[in-house]
């Protein structure tokens, strides 16, 4: 089992910025990759930001350019800058274990973050 534990949510206006971190604690061997996906109400959860255990990062178009994720040990950051209100979602850190060919997510309790226009 992996444990997520997320923190950095908030309400900010358009063009400021946040970061959020995620800690992972577990059984994080198996762990190759992290991220972070976002949802809103009626809408499924779609991919942010990810990063691999060799630093391979892979982003969403909508926050190329924007956001950063980054990895420092077993916590993963996500530097939102230039935030927009469609940005608003609550953001779930998620864990992918891999182990024989089989691979098993993990997610964090989410965290909410607000854009005013």
């Known amino acids: 089992q992996v444990q997520l534990v997320e923190s950095g949510g908030g309400l900010v206006q358009a063009g400021g910025s946040l970061r959020l971190s995620c800690a992972a604690s577990?059984?994080?061997?198996?762990?190759?990759?992290m991220g972070w996906y976002r949802q809103v109400p009626g809408k499924q959860r779609e991919l942010v930001a990810e990063?691999?255990?060799?630093?391979t990062t892979n982003y969403a178009d909508s926050v190329k350019g924007r956001f950063t994720i980054s990895r420092d040990k077993n916590t993963v950051y996500l530097q939102m800058n230039s935030l927009k209100p469609e940005d608003t979602a609550v953001y779930y850190c998620?864990?992918?274990?891999?182990?024989?060919?089989?691979?098993?997510?993990?997610w964090g309790q989410g965290t909410q973050v607000t854009v005013s226009s």
């Open positions: 577990g059984s994080i061997f198996y762990v190759n990759a």
């Open positions: 998620n864990a992918r274990s891999s182990l024989g060919g089989s691979s098993w997510p993990y």
């Open positions: 990063i691999t255990s060799g630093g």
